[in-house]
């Protein structure tokens, strides 16, 4: 009679019985795009404090600042909006704290929580008329942080992924390789965008130099995705299932389309417009750098800036379907997810659902 007078589970959580697993929702495009906003905010808050540090680049300071503090928000409100709970998630942080020792999300929550601080406040100091000494200083000290706080949040959900032993297709260590990569892929893409906008000497230099990063880390993400499809463990049988079903997705082909397009594009263009192919061509120095006695810097052709721009937006788009890629295939085989919050460590699939913060 036990049987029949026990207390009913609850809705949610390890305790719940395996049939209720389907009923639990499945992360779907908002989780998706807000792990992409965390690798755009990440990577572009790195790159931008790599050019501060220079002191060459005010015009893409001020482009970029606001670009990554709006890109961490819109990484929030994603994940709030996955949640269904917004305001009950506003404790996470001190929970984070609590088990930030042991817990990638956790982590992910105070690098994310710590880049729209620092990104936040970098934007003041680029935007606010401070005192030379002080403005500088504190641009530097936000930036150095932001670029800490961005490097680790770009690469946190990889770590987060691969610790996942509940699903060992993603229980991958070339993942964190992989969501690296691409954070310089799309973080580059951008910054090519904002020094397409840039006038003067700063845009010419800036362009030039994000094609190059385009390019390189183009071949590195590639390089990480074969890397991360070697390594596949195929003992699981859902490992085959995910794998499977990853190479039946139009979305990752486009992604690899996407990737190779953008190295070409990108690569051939500044390769092109190099300084030492002008030189093996014989071709002079304009006249105002002749009168002043000093070479300035060559802008891109324009057919090469355009189709830059161009490998710019697939690094953008590429980067995003990297993630989604990941995210679905894995959901795909096991339709659950092996994490609760705060967990240390778990063999169990764990249905997605059992998030406290979800409605």
């Known amino acids: ?69 709006v890109a961490t928000i819109l990484a929030f409100a994603f994940f709030a909006y996955d949640l269904g709970r917004p305001l009950a998630a506003t404790s996470s942080p001190i929970e984070a704290l609590i088990n930030f020792s042991h817990s990638w999300m956790a982590r992910g929550i105070i690098f994310v929580s710590g880049l729209l601080l620092f990104s936040l406040l970098y934007t003041f100091s680029v935007f606010l008329k401070l005192p030379q000494g002080i403005a500088r200083k504190a641009r530097i000290i936000f930036a150095v942080l932001g670029m800490l706080f961005g490097i680790f949040t770009t690469t946190y959900s990889g770590f987060e992924f691969a610790a996942t032993t509940g699903i060992p297709f993603w229980n991958n260590g070339a993942l964190p390789l992989l969501f690296l990569a691409g954070g310089v892929f799309v973080g580059a893409g951008i910054g090519y965008v904002l020094a397409f906008v840039t006038k003067g000497d700063e845009g010419i230099v800036a362009r030039r130099l994000m094609a190059k990063l ?135 699939p764990i249905p997605i659902g059992s998030f406290g913060w979800r409605g």
């Open 1 to 69: 009679m036990g049987l029949f007078t026990a207390p009913a589970p609850p809705p949610y959580g390890i305790q719940a019985p395996i049939q209720q697993i389907n009923e639990y929702p499945l992360w779907g495009t908002e989780v998706a795009l807000a792990l992409y906003f965390t690798e755009v905010a990440g990577m572009l808050m790195a790159i931008i404090g790599a050019l501060e540090l220079t002191g060459k680049y005010p015009s893409m300071a001020k482009k970029g600042a606001p670009t990554v503090f």
């Open 214 to 348: 385009i390019a390189y880390s183009g071949i590195a993400e590639l390089a990480s995705w074969f890397l991360f499809l070697a390594t596949v463990n195929f003992i699981y049988v859902f490992d085959e299932v995910a794998y499977d079903y990853l190479l039946s997705q139009t979305t990752f082909y486009l992604d690899l389309t996407l990737s190779v397009l953008s190295v070409l594009i990108a690569g051939g263009g500044s390769l092109v417009a190099s300084p030492m192919l002008r030189i093996m061509f014989r071709q002079p120095p304009n006249e105002a750098s002749k009168a002043i006695g000093e070479i300035k810097p060559t802008d891109l052709p324009t057919a090469v800036k355009y189709a830059v721009l161009v490998a710019a937006i697939f690094a953008i788009i590429a980067a995003y379907l990297t993630r989604a890629d990941i995210l679905f295939a894995g959901q795909y085989a096991y339709q659950v997810a092996p994490m609760t919050p705060f967990q240390i460590v778990s063999n169990q």
